[in-house]
């Protein structure tokens, strides 16, 4: 009776009513799945199909080794009587190891009488389980990844994470870790992530199996990479994406939008793409144009092209009740039902119901209604908000989707809101597509998507909290990261205090994979049809020429910073594109063999060669930052040359953000890729 069997690729346990495989799946990768009383599902969340099969195996009595190049996964079984029980019991164990030798990861043991289950399948009604995964702590390791969570914590060692989405949280479940690996938790399930002291934690509420991918590499380049070929590259960035674009909450008709770009042009200032944000609509779900406020949509989409601007329009997924398009969807199941309790998932202007991504016939007729409304007036841009969806509750447990329960399947909708738009952009030969979009999983980078922050607050904490953010969303193999300038919430345009913060996010913003001015600015401005009926008010002005004249030649000064990058920033976003490399990075991407490069949280690289340390601290005017050691380090400021490894205290006037060079000028740089 054999233990281990060998079926092409894979290498394969049953024991004990549990099926086990494991097969290589991409370069120096493994791919994981378990499941109760049945075969593993060939399931697709994020996980393309590999390039190479290619591995090694070699089966024993009681172990079995799986090597594909630079990883190797050990199988451990036994077998034989339980006196506790009073039959024969079958167990296995994974570990994984390095090419080195060194052990990457490793099941928990089962602690002797403690009978202890590394993968803990628990029976819900209706066939899935609760199933938690459990691992043994690396000693002295550093992880990285997760996605968006708003806390400024750089190293997760010690977190705990919600695996869901909400406003400004996306839920992205791959970790990198400074031991030389990175692992995807290929599952879709609402769920919980803990990387305690004692044991690492993977619960999914309600799945069929266990779907892990764990990937091995010697430094953190070569491990995005092999994340980026198993779930996907990035498009390459459009051009209209590497420099500025200006937006509010919110341009409501057609010529004040129009009057901000002509205006933009006139003081001889760049600006790439403009916004339309929400409500611009009649109802919720009609997904098109107010003719009242928006006459002539291809009109203006003409006059912004002629400038040299994109136009960029909200979606929201959401469906009024009072839509001229809800019969229809309602009757072809083509929205999110609740399983208790009204049909209404939020509240705002109005009940709504949200529209169902996971079913291809409803994100089909999406992209038909888009197409006439938008796509034919010349719109290559979207901006899909309440890509979460920001349900009015989070009741996780109450949504139902044509592919499963929220609780089974509820991470994967900002992917595939994502990719109705991507599949339908590209049938219709657009390329290089870039959608902004307010949540990602694992694999929504293939679909084009630049993910922002979410509407967070207007104040330093928060600022300090996207440094992290942006860290994260690129080790989680998002590289497209960006924020609402200034914060979203409750920023007054006349408070010389949201002034100083809104120069500091500018300094940080200029330095983002993409700079994007945003916000729900203070005072508002009441909104009124002709009829006298209300509209969705407006926030306060919030153009660069809104905060006063010295507020303003700051400003404008980091524009044309930017403006003065963008053969740089080119640069990164091919990066991205063809090798999966983040464009905000940690200072251990770059620097990997520096212990406080794995510490730093309020400095990043944007690329490989620019050090940028915002300025995040109401009223300071100098700060402390650390040079990685392996490079010299010009100051852009001053032309000064540091050596790296060490700290040094630097000016920091307000119109001044630190920013260094490794190894030459700014302008040798820019120079260097000019040639």
């Given at each position: 009776m054999r233990t281990f069997d060998i079926e092409g690729h894979r290498l394969i346990w049953r024991g004990d009513g549990?099926?086990?495989?494991?097969?290589?799946?991409?370069?120096?990768?493994?791919?994981?799945?378990?499941?109760?009383?049945?075969?593993?599902?060939?399931?697709?969340?994020?996980?393309?199909?590999?390039?190479?099969?290619?591995?090694?195996?070699?089966?024993?009595?009681?172990?079995?080794?799986?090597?594909?190049?630079?990883?190797?996964?050990?199988?451990?079984a036994k077998r034989g009587y339980d006196e506790q029980t009073g039959y024969d019991t079958a167990t296995c164990s994974i570990e994984f190891v390095d090419h080195h030798g060194r052990t990457l990861l490793r099941e928990l043991s089962a602690g002797g009488s403690l009978k202890l289950r590394a993968r803990a399948f628990q029976p819900l009604l209706g066939g899935d389980h609760r199933l938690t995964a459990s691992f043994e702590p690396n000693p002295g390791e550093k992880l990285y990844g997760?996605?968006?969570y708003q806390q400024h914590i750089l190293d997760i060692k010690g977190s705990t994470f919600e695996l869901a989405h909400r406003n400004s949280q996306a839920?992205?479940?791959?970790?990198?870790?400074?031991?030389?690996?990175?692992?995807?938790?290929?599952?879709?399930?609402?769920?919980?992530?803990?990387?305690?002291a004692n044991r690492t934690e993977w619960t999914a509420g309600s799945t069929q199996q266990l779907d892990y991918w764990i990937t091995a590499g010697d430094t953190p380049a070569q491990i995005a990479s092999a994340y980026a070929d198993a779930t996907g590259h990035a498009p390459m960035m459009p051009e209209y994406g590497?420099?500025?674009?200006?937006?509010?909450?919110?341009?409501?008709?057609?010529?004040?939008?129009?009057?901000?770009?002509?205006?933009?042009?006139?003081?001889?200032?760049?600006?790439?793409?403009?916004?339309?944000?929400?409500?611009?609509?009649?109802?919720?779900?009609?997904?098109r144009f107010d003719e009242e406020f928006w006459p002539d949509p291809k009109a203006m989409v003409a006059e912004l092209n002629d400038l040299g601007?994109?136009?960029?329009?909200?979606?929201?997924?959401?469906?009024?009740?009072?839509?001229?398009?809800?019969?229809?969807?309602?009757?072809?199941?083509y929205l999110v039902k609740?399983?208790?309790?009204?049909?209404?998932?939020?509240?705002?202007?109005?009940?709504?119901?949200?529209?169902?991504?996971?079913?291809?016939?409803?994100?089909?007729?999406?992209?038909?209604?888009?197409?006439?409304?938008?796509?034919?007036?010349?719109?290559?841009?979207?901006?899909?908000?309440?890509?979460?969806?920001?349900?009015?509750?989070?009741?996780?447990?109450?949504y139902r989707y044509h592919a499963g329960t929220n609780a089974q399947v509820g991470n994967i909708y900002p992917q595939l809101y994502a990719r109705a738009f991507y599949d339908g952009q590209v049938e219709a030969g657009q390329k290089d597509v870039v959608n902004l979009v307010r949540c990602a999983w694992a694999g929504s980078q293939r679909y084009g998507v630049l993910v922002w922050s979410g509407d967070i607050h207007s104040t330093f904490e928060d600022l300090r909290r996207q440094i992290t953010a942006g860290i994260h969303m690129g080790v989680a193999g998002i590289p497209w990261f960006t924020t609402d300038i200034g914060g979203f919430h409750q920023g007054d345009s006349t408070d010389p205090a949201f002034h100083e913060l809104l120069i500091r996010w500018m300094q940080f913003g200029a330095f983002c994979p993409v700079m994007r001015m945003h916000g729900d600015?203070?005072?508002?401005?009441?909104?009124?049809?002709?009829?006298?009926?209300?509209?969705?008010?407006?926030?306060?002005?919030?153009?660069?020429?809104?905060?006063?004249?010295?507020?303003?030649?700051?400003?404008?000064?980091y524009l044309e910073l930017r403006e003065r990058m963008?053969?740089?920033?080119?640069?990164?976003?091919?990066?991205?594109?063809?090798?999966?490399?983040?464009?905000?990075?940690?200072?251990?991407?770059?620097?990997?063999?520096?212990?406080?490069?794995?510490?730093?949280?309020?400095?990043?690289?944007?690329?490989?060669?620019?050090?940028?340390?915002?300025?995040?601290?109401?009223?300071?005017?100098?700060?402390?930052?650390?040079?990685?050691?392996?490079?010299?380090?010009?100051?852009?400021?001053?032309?000064?040359?540091?050596?790296?490894?060490?700290?040094?205290?630097?000016?920091?006037?307000?119109?001044?953000?630190?920013?260094?060079?490794?190894?030459?000028?700014?302008?040798?740089?820019?120079?260097?890729?000019?040639?």
């Amino acid at each position: 009776m054999r233990t281990f069997d060998i079926e092409g690729h894979r290498l394969i346990w049953r024991g004990d009513g549990e099926t086990i495989v494991v097969e290589p799946w991409g370069a120096n990768s493994l791919r994981v799945r378990a499941t109760v009383m049945g075969e593993v599902l060939d399931a697709d969340w994020a996980l393309l199909e590999p390039g190479t099969r290619d591995a090694q195996i070699t089966t024993g009595d009681e172990h079995a080794v799986i090597t594909n190049g630079r990883i190797s996964a050990h199988l451990r079984a036994k077998r034989g009587y339980d006196e506790q029980t009073g039959y024969d019991t079958a167990t296995c164990s994974i570990e994984f190891v390095d090419h080195h030798g060194r052990t990457l990861l490793r099941e928990l043991s089962a602690g002797g009488s403690l009978k202890l289950r590394a993968r803990a399948f628990q029976p819900l009604l209706g066939g899935d389980h609760r199933l938690t995964a459990s691992f043994e702590p690396n000693p002295g390791e550093k992880l990285y990844g997760m996605g968006q969570y708003q806390q400024h914590i750089l190293d997760i060692k010690g977190s705990t994470f919600e695996l869901a989405h909400r406003n400004s949280q996306a839920s992205v479940p791959f970790v990198l870790s400074s031991a030389g690996y990175g692992f995807l938790w290929h599952n879709p399930a609402i769920g919980q992530a803990t990387f305690a002291a004692n044991r690492t934690e993977w619960t999914a509420g309600s799945t069929q199996q266990l779907d892990y991918w764990i990937t091995a590499g010697d430094t953190p380049a070569q491990i995005a990479s092999a994340y980026a070929d198993a779930t996907g590259h990035a498009p390459m960035m459009p051009e209209y994406g590497l420099g500025y674009w200006q937006c509010k909450l919110r341009y409501w008709n057609q010529e004040q939008l129009l009057e901000v770009a002509r205006e933009h042009k006139r003081r001889g200032l760049p600006m790439d793409v403009i916004v339309a944000d929400f409500f611009h609509w009649p109802e919720m779900g009609d997904f098109r144009f107010d003719e009242e406020f928006w006459p002539d949509p291809k009109a203006m989409v003409a006059e912004l092209n002629d400038l040299g601007i994109e136009l960029m329009v909200s979606i929201w997924p959401q469906v009024s009740t009072q839509s001229e398009n809800f019969p229809e969807f309602r009757q072809r199941n083509y929205l999110v039902k609740a399983d208790r309790g009204l049909d209404v998932q939020m509240g705002f202007q109005g009940p709504s119901m949200f529209y169902d991504v996971t079913n291809p016939a409803a994100r089909a007729r999406l992209w038909e209604i888009v197409t006439k409304n938008y796509y034919d007036h010349g719109i290559r841009a979207f901006w899909l908000d309440e890509a979460e969806p920001e349900y009015g509750v989070y009741d996780f447990d109450n949504y139902r989707y044509h592919a499963g329960t929220n609780a089974q399947v509820g991470n994967i909708y900002p992917q595939l809101y994502a990719r109705a738009f991507y599949d339908g952009q590209v049938e219709a030969g657009q390329k290089d597509v870039v959608n902004l979009v307010r949540c990602a999983w694992a694999g929504s980078q293939r679909y084009g998507v630049l993910v922002w922050s979410g509407d967070i607050h207007s104040t330093f904490e928060d600022l300090r909290r996207q440094i992290t953010a942006g860290i994260h969303m690129g080790v989680a193999g998002i590289p497209w990261f960006t924020t609402d300038i200034g914060g979203f919430h409750q920023g007054d345009s006349t408070d010389p205090a949201f002034h100083e913060l809104l120069i500091r996010w500018m300094q940080f913003g200029a330095f983002c994979p993409v700079m994007r001015m945003h916000g729900d600015r203070l005072p508002y401005e009441d909104v009124t049809a002709a009829d006298g009926g209300p509209r969705l008010r407006s926030g306060g002005p919030n153009e660069l020429w809104s905060f006063g004249e010295d507020v303003y030649d700051i400003l404008v000064r980091y524009l044309e910073l930017r403006e003065r990058m963008r053969p740089y920033t080119r640069h990164l976003m091919a990066q991205a594109h063809e090798h999966g490399q983040p464009v905000l990075r940690g200072l251990f991407h770059e620097f990997p063999q520096d212990p406080r490069a794995w510490d730093v949280d309020d400095q990043y690289l944007y690329g490989p060669d620019i050090l940028v340390a915002p300025v995040t601290t109401a009223g300071a005017r100098r700060r402390t930052v650390y040079l990685p050691a392996g490079a010299r380090w010009v100051e852009h400021a001053t032309g000064a040359v540091h050596d790296g490894g060490h700290e040094i205290d630097v000016d920091a006037p307000l119109d001044v953000v630190p920013v260094f060079v490794r190894d030459q000028t700014l302008d040798e740089l820019l120079a260097h890729l000019g040639s």
